[in-house]
């Protein structure tokens, strides 16, 4: 279906109201491959679009806008102890997690009520309680924006890192990907070592834990933390946690020795969110966005704020954070 000069505020989860010039929704490849070679003659540029909660709108899309809605999930391959399977990019995430915690299949129990699509999660490397997509990822198929072709990309092709992959950095813009396949567990290894799971299952009455209790406490704790998007404006975490040098961390303990931080690679991770709250951010309102009061690193919309105003906010935020501790933020949200 082809929508011209249509409002995107519904579709992305800060409610950003930007206008996109063309915006098509894509239900099948047929139809992806008949676009992609229409709009090559054309040469627009082209924004993919899955749920819109990691995006900030600075403006409207002067191009076409392609929501993803490529549906479907189905078992690939299956033995004694692993299921193998393939969903369609457009397919809701959680609603893969719940597909799959309620066969009893484990791996992504604790990336449960992530918002988006299955086609973005590779994008940034979704994580949640020390959960990784690339603990999971078997493969996936993208297509060429410009020449068409379908390719298929194994875990090392896609280069996974800390909320980072290579459609975020040197492919970024060049593929849509259509499909994600997983391999899961039959016999699941629960990892509820990360944050309050563990407490919350014990508050659920939970002393043997299967993978739909474990996504159950994911889910609960999700809730009472973090803003509705549906309420409240907001794309999560807008920046990575910071990865610096032992050197530079060893140096910073000796000024802030209660800073939180957790082994990374042969580095340090710091928690943005703390950092942010050190320098007086927390629920800060600043015009119609801020920093939310129960989460500092998750920016929102109060209502009616621009785009602008929000990336404004965030370097004004970075800029404190590096003033205060040398240390310098990534936004992990996409700007557009
Ligand atoms: P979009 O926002 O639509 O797109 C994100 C980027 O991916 C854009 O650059 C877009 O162009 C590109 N893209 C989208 N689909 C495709 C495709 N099929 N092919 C190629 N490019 C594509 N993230 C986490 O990692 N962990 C969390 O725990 C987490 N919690 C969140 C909680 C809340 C309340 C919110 C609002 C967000 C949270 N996020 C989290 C961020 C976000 O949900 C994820 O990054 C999610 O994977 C984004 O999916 P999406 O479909 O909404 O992507
Ligand atoms: P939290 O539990 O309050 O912890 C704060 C930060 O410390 C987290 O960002 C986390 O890093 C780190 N951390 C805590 N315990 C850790 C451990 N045992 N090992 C390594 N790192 C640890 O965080 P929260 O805000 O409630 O979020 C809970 C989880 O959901 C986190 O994994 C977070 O990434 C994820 N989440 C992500 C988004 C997003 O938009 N990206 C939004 C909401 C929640 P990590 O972030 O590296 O795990």
């Known amino acids: 279906m082809t929508e011209h000069n249509v409002s995107l505020r519904n579709l992305n989860t800060f409610g950003l109201d930007v206008t996109a010039k063309v915006l098509l929704r ?3 490849l047929d139809e992806l491959q008949e676009v992609i070679s229409d709009n090559f003659r054309k040469d627009e540029p082209v924004l993919i679009l899955g749920g819109g909660s990691n995006m900030l709108f600075t403006r409207n899309v002067d191009g076409l806008v392609i929501k993803n809605e490529l549906s479907g999930i189905a078992i690939t391959h299956e033995d004694e102890s692993t299921v193998t399977i393939c969903a369609g990019a457009g397919v809701s995430w ?9 066969q009893g299949w484990g791996g992504i129990e604790n990336l449960s009520l992530i918002p988006g699509n299955v086609g973005a999660a590779p994008m940034q490397n979704i994580g949640a309680y020390g959960v990784e997509l690339k603990d999971v990822f078997h493969s996936l198929e993208a297509i060429h924006l410009k020449t068409g072709e379908l390719r298929h990309f194994t875990s090392s092709e896609c280069t996974f890192g800390y909320r980072e992959s290579i459609f975020k950095l040197g492919l970024k813009g060049v593929y849509i990907i259509t499909a994600v396949s997983l391999k899961l567990r039959k016999q699941p290894q629960l990892d509820i070592s990360y944050g309050a799971i563990i407490q919350e299952l014990e508050s659920m009455g ?20 973090l803003p509705d998007p549906a309420k409240l404006g907001n794309a999560g975490s807008f920046f990575k946690n910071p990865v610096i040098e032992n050197a530079q961390f060893e140096g910073l303990k000796k000024s802030y020795p209660e800073m939180p931080a957790y082994p990374s690679d042969k580095k340090v991770k710091l928690a943005a969110g703390w950092l942010i709250e050190q320098c007086g951010w927390k629920g800060k309102v600043v015009g119609k966005s801020g920093s939310h009061r129960n989460q500092a690193l998750v920016l929102v919309n109060y209502g009616g704020a621009t785009g602008n105003e929000i990336l404004q906010l965030s370097e004004d935020i970075m800029r404190s954070v590096f003033d205060t501790f040398g240390v310098q933020l990534e936004r992990e949200v996409n700007v557009y």
Request: hydrophobic residues 40%.
């Open 26 to 28: 894509i239900g099948t």
């Open 94 to 102: 959680h609603e893969l997690v719940v597909h799959c915690v309620n």
């Open 206 to 225: 939970v002393h043997s834990p299967t993978v739909k209790d474990v996504s159950q406490a994911v889910i609960r704790i999700r809730r009472s933390k």
